[in-house]
């Protein structure tokens, strides 16, 4: 792995898990604590890349060597952020677990129980963030994660086509990896190639996904 394999590229990142709120103190979110973006972040920068890290709600310290980060709550605000910054970028890696709904309506005060009657939440999509990037003409090389339970390898290729990436890393969830946990595993596709890392903290694998975005980056893209 080479300290240089980034120098002089605009990386940016996205980490953690989008907070849809429902009133003033209730929110729908999810199990992603950032970590995976942030190792991802911390190795990029490490290799030498200037990187701009777009994190939801989080409790993680900025990585070393980290220039900038931008804090978001909702899908909404991630996608603002993430186009933004990503005008003047040559990678975006959206390592976010961006909701896929949001309520169509955000209550003005605290929702109260109403005798038993339960309660139906309306929700409206949000807007697909790497779908948005590569409509552009120009636009960074996009590299997505895909998290699911099962049929990882198909629906990661689904995804990496329907999206329009340049790559996907496919995490599986569960049996102690993907979501919250330290460790990951995390097998890769682009068009014409895949290659498995297999089981490691997420730290080493940043690493690893790092050198194989330089490699693919280098290969198409220069
Ligand atoms: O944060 P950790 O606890 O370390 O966990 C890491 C992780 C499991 C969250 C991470 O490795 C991961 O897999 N992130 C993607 C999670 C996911 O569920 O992705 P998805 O299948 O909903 O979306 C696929 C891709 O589209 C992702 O790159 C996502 O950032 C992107 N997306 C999704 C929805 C949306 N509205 N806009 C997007 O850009």
Redesign the pocket.
Known sequence: FGSEALRGLKVVV????TYEDIDPVRFIGN???????FAVAEAAAQAGAAVTLVAGPVTLATPAGVAHRIDVRS?AEM?VAVLAAAAQADIYV???????YRPSAVAPQKLKKHGGAGLTLELAE??????SLSAQTVHPFLV?????THDVASYAQD?LQR?GLDMI?A?Q?GDGL????AD?ALNLYWAGGSVELPRAS?TELAHQLVAQVAQRYKAVRQ
Do not use: C, Q, T, W
């Open positions: 996205s980490a953690g898990p199990r992603s604590s950032g970590r995976m973006g899908a996608h959206g390592a976010a677990a961006v909701g896929d949000n807007p697909d963030i790497l779908a997505g994660f895909a998290a699911e995804k999206k890393a995490n969830v993907g979501f919250e946990a990951n997420k």
